[in-house]
T-cell receptor, first 110, second 115 residues
Framework: SQQGEEDPQALSIQEGENATMNCSYKTSINNLQWYRQNSGRGLVHLIL?????REKHSGRLRVTLDTSKKSSSLLITASRAADTASYFCATTRDDYKLSFGAGTTVTVRA | KAGVTQTPRYLIKTRGQQVTLSCSPI?????VSWYQQTPGQGLQFLFE???????NKGNFPGRFSGRQFSNSRSEMNVSTLELGDSALYLC??????????????FGEGSRLTVL
């Protein structure tokens, strides 16, 4: 079963705009990660945020985590065509299984 | 250094057959985990191996099995294939196992089609 739910399911934006997607989960977690997948290929790790952290940055990426609301958000600033991909959140719980959400498909229009 | 290598990349089988998929992790990584990705169910955890021992298992029937060798390479096997087993099978490696795994490094996947 999937622990995380991403919202929205799909997102279409103009190049240069920001893209924001959210992930909600059901049970307490040890950490939360975001991954990117291009067109049915392997997943690429973007960022990991631990349960005691509230915000993390990596280049044009900003991730927040609100454990009280059991939610996380991923912001991609100044989007590029190369950012077109599916984005997944993944949570690690006490049972150490990594559980992925259904993903948000982002399309960046030139 | 070389990434995670999965073979074969594509394969077609018929119902009732069995299939073996292979995964070579990044050099030095001792943990290998497997995931099934389908449009309907998304990414589902199959199992995780660390130092040749299965550390964790997802909710899949016994037809799905795996193993890890002393060089950390892993194989997964699916017996008595069903149409619903058609999926992209992804392997990921990491230095550590379970909750300490941190970042996972994924291969490109093996796309299985069952006819």
């Amino acid at each position: 079963s999937q622990q995380g739910e991403e919202d929205p399911q799909a997102l279409s934006i103009q190049e240069g705009e920001n893209a924001t997607m959210n992930c909600s989960y059901k049970t307490s977690i040890n950490n939360l990660q975001w991954y990117r997948q291009n067109s049915g290929r392997g997943l690429v790790h973007l960022i990991l945020i631990r349960s005691n952290e509230r915000e993390k940055h990596s280049g044009r990426l900003r991730v927040t985590l609100d454990t009280s609301k059991k939610s996380s958000s991923l912001l991609i600033t100044a989007s590029r065509a190369a950012d077109t991909a599916s984005y997944f959140c993944a949570t690690t719980r006490d049972d150490y299984k990594l559980s992925f959400g259904a993903g948000t498909t982002v399309t960046v229009r030139a | 250094k070389a990434g995670v290598t999965q073979t074969p990349r594509y394969l077609i089988k018929t119902r009732g057959q069995q299939v073996t998929l292979s995964c070579s992790p990044i050099s030095g990584h001792r943990s290998v985990s497997w995931y099934q990705q389908t449009p309907g169910q998304g990414l589902q955890f199959l199992f995780e191996y660390f130092s040749e021992t299965q550390r964790n298992k997802g909710n899949f029937p016994g037809r799905f099995s795996g193993r890890q060798f002393s060089n950390s390479r892993s194989e997964m096997n699916v017996s008595t294939l069903e149409l619903g087993d058609s999926a992209l099978y992804l392997c990921a490696s990491s230095l550590f196992a379970g909750g300490d795994a941190g970042e996972l490094f994924f291969g490109e996947g093996s796309r299985l089609t069952v006819l």
